[in-house]
């Protein structure tokens, strides 16, 4: 029989009350095992730091996303959003289950068509669009949603060099009651600006006007807001049907689902205040049924939706590199998992599980990265048991942005496996090495 681990004593004061009124639970979990793959295992096949994505929970979660709103309207398309995970296999999922593409640059424009996507069914938003990417999202009858006037005027001018009639929609912004608002990208409503793009496209006639397109913000925890955005942009494709007698054939309201993560300050989990698929379709499409919109050729609607879609099939495995005392008293861990890897630790609380059966006592904890940096930190506080150095822990809704907006800093980016529908996990993207670092280096004669 193995060596039990010390634990130090400790006296811990009894409260009748607690902070939530739904109590806390006394200790933590483990989780041992990811679509029947043990974490171990796998950290012992594919090392630590580990990423690691469920295929079975990203096509559960499209379906559901998917039933939510095809039951409350007739015509609805997703697009999967790039930037939130633009690694090929994952892209691949969702295509799989009928995504379009969704990109925000030439580079990710270039993974959609080489992830096999149609050039028609790629939404090209953001707004730094080259003019050679304009000109290829054009010569592949890609949708363009136009950011500013600038970018029309180019588009203008392609299409008298191309003798093609671009398809494009307006990205507009607007007042949901959410503040700050996101007043940045496109043309505003309340100001007039939305229209006079509108009326620049309708009248110059070597544009096709085919969309409207809104993304109001980012992790929207009210549902109420894009019955807002979507009765404005229904408001648009009404306005332009009476002036012009033009059908607008779809309204896209963008993405900025929240996932079931926790906002840090929140004073309740993600898992119980974030609105569900059901609440957010309700919202929007009672609001473009409700409106006064020909009901015989409605728009189709589409969504963007890229991190509630995501982010439950991600995880983060981690290994503990040592425990120790800071200056206060508090005990801090160190885990090979740091602010590089895990940028969203930066907003989130995010849920962190030893990987193995633990002791029931727990201890306030901040969990901190190895990187030499003062802000490599996971949680600042969070009750953690007491883990050993070698000891595997499990980060969990990790799947969005993570694996975008990670950084080559102080450390080599680790490994990504999915595990498929039948639980076998490969490896989608290999772990970096030192060449793949140095290879893009040149050194100066005068230093070689």
Known sequence: ??????????????????????????????????????????????????????????????????????????KVQFAWSYKT??????????????SWAEVVSGFEYDKALLNGVKGSQIIFNGPDKTDEDLKKAVENDSLIHIDHFDEMYAILALSETLGKKPKVAIRVNMDTGVYPMWDRFGFNYENGDAWDAINRIMINEKLELVGLHAHIGTYMMTANTYKIAALKLADLAYGIEKKYGAHIKYIDVGGGFAS????????????????????YAEAI?????????DPRSLPTL????????????????????????????NRATIVDVGVNLLFTSFWYAHEVYPAAPVSEHLEETT???????????????????????????????????????WMQFITLRPNVVMIDTEGRPHVIRKREEMENIRGQEQIPAHLA
Not at 49 to 66: D, M, N, Q, W
Not at 312 to 321: K, P, S
């Open 1 to 74: 029989m193995d060596k039990k681990a010390f634990e130090r004593p400790y006296i811990k004061k009894l409260q009748a009350g607690m902070p939530s009124k739904f109590g806390m639970k006394p200790q933590v979990e483990p989780l041992t095992h990811i679509d029947d793959n043990g974490v171990a295992d796998l950290i012992g096949e594919f090392g630590s730091p580990l990423f690691v994505i469920s295929e079975k929970t990203i096509r559960e979660t499209y379906k559901k996303a998917k039933h939510a709103f095809t039951t409350r309207y007739p």
């Open 85 to 98: 995970n633009y690694l090929d296999a994952v892209c691949r999922v969702f295509h799989s289950e009928g």
């Open 260 to 279: 079931q993560n926790t906002l840090k300050g929140a004073y309740y989990p993600g898992t119980d205040t974030t609105p569900s698929f059901s609440e």
């Open 285 to 293: 499409s009672s609001a473009i049924l409700n409106s006064n919109l």
């Open 302 to 329: 589409i969504l963007e939706t890229g991190r509630a879609l995501v982010d439950d099939a991600g995880y983060l495995l981690g290994t503990v590199i040592a425990n120790k005392r800071l200056s206060s008293g």
């Open 367 to 405: 969990l901190y990265g190895p990187l030499c940096m003062n802000i490599d930190v996971l949680r600042e506080a969070i009750a953690f048991p007491l883990l050993k150095k070698g000891d595997h822990f499990v980060v969990k809704r990790i799947g969005a942005y993570n694996m975008t907006q």
